[in-house]
């Protein structure tokens, strides 16, 4: 079930209805959780099962593991449940990466060998949900939190459909407390909600997918040439294209979930504007990037064992999370890039004396640029189709030509909606950096608030491009 699809709106409708009535919280609890069940059962009914499986091993084994009397004990009952979790993703998202490599590797030595077709799918959103409950069940085992009392409460924190297929990645110890009791909704809140929820639709809808995504796709259709500028505009285009599509989930969701009542974390926090890829990884996705430097780089060691072991560690995080992502080699040089990045980063970082200059407005635009390049590099190997293309176009991305106009792939109106758009966001983050969107919008008088959202609903309703699902859903 996609926000963005009038079945959504019936659904939401419904679930609202039984929530504000003056049912009790119990019940109301229950009304969500069935609710999330429906909403993700609306993909594939049987898929549900592995929300049950992951719900009920974590929360008995945290259970157990809590009250283990030894140490080895714990770590039975946490590897338990990083065999279950990891194992349903092992199987439903790598086991036919791991089925290809080997084939090839055989075929390498000689061995032909012909496996049966894999046709298992994908389970929506199976790596977000995997890594939430997984964050309980170690949570517990550091004895950073106790097991919760309410399975209710816990299911639908595992299944909290504004965030179960896309995130943000949620931790325990944020969501379970709000459970505690009904929290009052304002009509502030609700309306901020709201607010919230058409502007993440916005990103989705006619940036992502009415503006950016048509260009993308001409550039990165296989067997097209595009030309340096091209092929820089169409990467540029898909960067702006999964930041509205995937940033305008998580702030849809967190505007759905504030409507109940329930504060999410935020997930973005204009990334663009960015001043080196420490501060990317702050500002993007920020639920994953925290994930995974609490749950595995600082488990691997962090900093804490010299400048080489961090420097690895940094490179093991981000590969991993690049495979986070999906299984290909593409994602793991995606992954590679961001960990060279980071690396680079603190070995200039070291050299490099402090000093007000880097304060300097024009020395951060600079600085943001080259920030901004560096990741729009990485992004080829996220978008296209296969490793092969991505090393052609960043061959054709490494060699300046005239032809600025395009003509192989974009026409003369896909060039100037880019050039148009693109340095827009960008003006925009930048200037909006050392704020949230909710400061921005605080600042404003309400009639400019009513004139922009009316706006943006007017666009959602006349620009809207192709019906596309959302692109972190495959993840």
């Given at each position: 079930?996609?926000?963005?699809?009038?079945?959504f709106?019936?659904?939401?409708?419904?679930?609202?209805?039984?929530?504000?009535?003056?049912l009790?919280?119990?019940?109301?609890?229950?009304n969500?959780?069935?609710?999330?069940?429906?909403?993700?059962?609306a993909?594939?009914?049987?898929?549900?099962?592995?929300?049950?499986?992951?719900?009920?091993?974590?929360?008995?084994?945290?259970?157990?593991?809590f009250?283990?009397?030894?140490?080895?004990r714990?770590?039975?009952?946490?590897?338990?449940?990083?065999?279950?979790?990891?194992?349903?993703?092992?199987?439903?998202?790598?086991?036919?990466?791991?089925?290809?490599n080997?084939v090839?590797?055989?075929?390498?030595?000689?061995?032909?060998y012909?496996?049966?077709?894999?046709?298992?799918?994908?389970?929506?959103?199976?790596?977000?949900?995997?890594?939430?409950?997984?964050?309980?069940?170690?949570d517990?085992y550091?004895?950073?939190?106790?097991?919760?009392?309410?399975?209710?409460?816990?299911?639908?924190?595992?299944?909290f459909?504004p965030?179960?297929?896309?995130?943000?990645?949620?931790?325990?110890?944020?969501?379970?407390?709000?459970?505690?009791?009904?929290?009052?909704?304002?009509?502030?809140?609700?309306?901020w909600?709201?607010?919230?929820?058409?502007?993440?639709?916005?990103?989705?809808i006619?940036?992502?997918?009415?503006?950016?995504?048509?260009?993308?796709?001409?550039?990165?259709?296989?067997?097209?040439?595009?030309?340096?500028?091209?092929?820089?505009?169409?990467?540029?285009?898909?960067?702006?294209?999964?930041?509205?599509?995937?940033?305008?989930?998580?702030?849809?969701?967190?505007?759905?979930?504030?409507?109940?009542?329930?504060?999410?974390p935020?997930?973005?926090?204009?990334?663009?504007?960015?001043?080196?890829?420490?501060?990317?990884?702050?500002?993007w996705h920020?639920s994953?990037s925290?994930?995974?430097?609490?749950?595995?780089?600082?488990?691997?060691?962090?900093?804490?064992?010299?400048?080489?072991?961090?420097?690895?560690?940094?490179?093991?995080?981000?590969?991993?999370?690049?495979?986070?992502?999906?299984?290909?080699?593409?994602?793991?040089?995606?992954?590679?890039?961001?960990?060279?990045?980071?690396?680079i980063?603190?070995?200039?970082?070291?050299?490099?004396?402090?000093?007000?200059?880097?304060?300097?407005?024009?020395?951060?635009?600079?600085?943001?640029?080259?920030?901004?390049?560096?990741?729009?590099?990485?992004?080829?190997?996220?978008?296209?189709?296969?490793l092969?293309?991505?090393?052609?176009?960043?061959?054709?991305?490494?060699?300046?030509?005239?032809?600025?106009?395009?003509?192989?792939?974009?026409?003369?109106?896909?060039?100037?909606?880019?050039?148009?758009?693109?340095?827009?966001?960008l003006?925009?983050q930048?200037?909006?950096?050392?704020?949230?969107?909710e400061?921005?919008?605080?600042?404003?008088?309400?009639?400019?608030?009513?004139?922009?959202l009316?706006?943006?609903?007017?666009?959602?309703?006349l620009?809207?491009?192709?019906?596309?699902?959302?692109?972190?859903?495959?993840?």
């Amino acid at each position: 079930m996609l926000f963005n699809s009038y079945t959504f709106l019936i659904f939401i409708s419904v679930i609202f209805l039984i929530h504000f009535s003056k049912l009790s919280w119990k019940t109301k609890k229950l009304n969500l959780l069935i609710g999330s069940y429906l909403f993700y059962a609306a993909w594939n009914p049987l898929f549900v099962i592995l929300l049950w499986v992951s719900t009920v091993v974590d929360w008995f084994l945290a259970k157990w593991m809590f009250v283990a009397k030894t140490r080895s004990r714990r770590k039975l009952f946490l590897f338990a449940s990083l065999g279950v979790n990891l194992g349903m993703l092992a199987f439903f998202k790598y086991a036919d990466f791991a089925l290809q490599n080997f084939v090839a590797i055989a075929g390498y030595f000689g061995v032909i060998y012909y496996p049966p077709e894999w046709n298992i799918i994908l389970p929506v959103g199976i790596s977000f949900f995997t890594f939430q409950t997984l964050s309980y069940s170690i949570d517990v085992y550091r004895k950073d939190l106790k097991p919760w009392h309410s399975f209710t409460d816990y299911a639908m924190y595992v299944t909290f459909f504004p965030q179960l297929v896309a995130g943000p990645i949620v931790r325990a110890a944020d969501f379970l407390p709000q459970c505690l009791k009904q929290p009052k909704v304002t009509m502030n809140q609700f309306g901020w909600g709201i607010s919230l929820f058409i502007i993440g639709m916005f990103s989705k809808i006619v940036i992502a997918d009415g503006f950016m995504a048509p260009i993308v796709d001409k550039v990165y259709v296989v067997g097209i040439s595009p030309t340096f500028t091209e092929a820089w505009l169409g990467t540029m285009a898909f960067a702006m294209q999964i930041f509205g599509d995937f940033a305008g989930y998580s702030t849809a969701a967190i505007g759905i979930a504030l409507c109940f009542g329930f504060s999410l974390p935020d997930n973005f926090r204009f990334p663009y504007a960015a001043i080196g890829f420490s501060d990317f990884w702050r500002r993007w996705h920020i639920s994953l990037s925290s994930w995974l430097r609490d749950y595995l780089y600082i488990s691997l060691g962090g900093n804490r064992h010299g400048v080489i072991r961090t420097k690895i560690n940094l490179m093991i995080t981000m590969i991993l999370g690049g495979l986070w992502h999906g299984a290909s080699w593409n994602f793991m040089i995606w992954g590679m890039l961001h960990g060279g990045y980071l690396v680079i980063e603190r070995v200039l970082k070291s050299f490099m004396p402090s000093s007000k200059i880097w304060t300097r407005i024009p020395v951060q635009m600079i600085l943001v640029t080259l920030t901004f390049v560096a990741v729009c590099v990485a992004w080829v190997f996220f978008r296209a189709t296969d490793l092969e293309q991505s090393i052609n176009l960043i061959k054709i991305m490494a060699s300046p030509d005239l032809n600025i106009l395009g003509g192989h792939a974009l026409g003369k109106f896909d060039v100037l909606i880019a050039v148009t758009i693109i340095p827009s966001i960008l003006i925009f983050q930048f200037l909006c950096r050392n704020h949230t969107i909710e400061y921005v919008f605080s600042k404003m008088p309400w009639f400019v608030k009513a004139v922009i959202l009316t706006g943006l609903l007017l666009a959602i309703t006349l620009i809207s491009g192709d019906d596309r699902a959302f692109i972190y859903f495959q993840f």
